[in-house]
């Protein structure tokens, strides 16, 4: 792991990637969970590939669901955040 964020950090450094950019891949490195605002009428909110996650529902409710590449098998207006879970670096 420390490859990887002397990596990003040189990136920022030669300006080859922007402080932002450089926040969010640092983050990533030590993220287990993320976890996304989903508004189907934005396509930046959607799941980038087909597959089960991790959504929270309108009411609160926490489970799998998946998304068929073009939306949930559930009712899309009751989700409101989707997650991908990751494993945590070692």
Known sequence: METEILEIIIQHKFDHISSEQA????????????????????????????????????????????????????NHNEIRYWAEIKPPCL
């Open 23 to 74: 926040v969010s891949e640092l983050l990533d490195l030590f993220a287990v969970i993320n976890w996304v605002a989903f508004d189907f009428s934005k396509l930046e909110t959607r799941p980038p590939k087909y597959g089960k996650y991790l959504i929270t529902r309108k009411d609160g409710k926490i489970h799998w669901e998946t998304w068929n590449g073009s939306g949930w098998a559930y």
